[in-house]
């Protein structure tokens, strides 16, 4: 693993898992989630990973014109790095949500390492009615959903980054994708260094435990040594405890409302920098690790900036 004395922390502000009537704070408009991204790098975060909603019903859309807004508001307010999805949300082509590194040519991105079953429809038992209309349908459709990245889609995915000049953040659910990395990087499609983020607790990837991050982070020295950097997010109440082990291992961590709704347990986080905030202090308290700056993070990285 390369090292970095520096903590990166990451923020996703508002995804395409959660529906809004899962949380009032949810940002759904361009100018909310902006405004939520430059509080999340108040707060410490050096990347914002960006979705973008349906601005009258908070559906996940891939507008670029809503990409294109968000980026210019963050960067005019601040200097984290922002990282848009190429992940998008249930129901996109792989055309689509790839659509924004050629229209946007941003720094980094998102780039998903293979395929998995992406089940939301547990969250539905959770709620008996639903704000709008798609909610309850998107949820109950992921019974039936392929998060779809192939290897032929990788393909065309990985020299669309690099024609760009923007760098992958390689999202990682499951230990097989380390190894479509690692054939992507033999096959020269991919550059190295790399840097590998672990999704866990996705329903279809690998469980959230500590045990399994150990795994994670053990395969990939194997087939990476020196040459990758590590996140992590936990989904829902697993973001703190594997954000902590992540940061305490010497890699980094992604928190924000994409990810966990809740500051703690039933406890709603009222904002993205609440997150970030509680972050900050466990990588501090915990780790006894500083937090990465944008330029920090963007020389470490080799970002374009
Ligand atoms: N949605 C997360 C599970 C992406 O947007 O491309 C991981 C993610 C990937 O944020
Ligand atoms: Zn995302």
Redesign the pocket.
Known sequence: MRDFDKSIISC?VT??IHVPTMSPHLPITAEEIAQEAIDAAEAGASIV?V?VRDEETGEPTSDLDLFRDVAETVQANCDAVVQP?T?GGHGMSVEERISVVPELEPEMA?CNMGSINFGLYQLLSKFDEFEYEWEEEYLANSRDYVFRNTFEDLETILPTFEEHGTMPELEVYDVGHLYNAKHMVDRGILPTPLHIQFVMGIHGGIGATAKNLNHLVDVADDLFGDEFSFSVIGAGRHEFPLGTQAVSMGGNARVGL?DNLFLERGQLAESNAELVEKMVRLTREVAGREIATPAETREFLGLKG
């Open positions: 996703a995804g395409a990973h979705h999805t992940g998102s994409e």
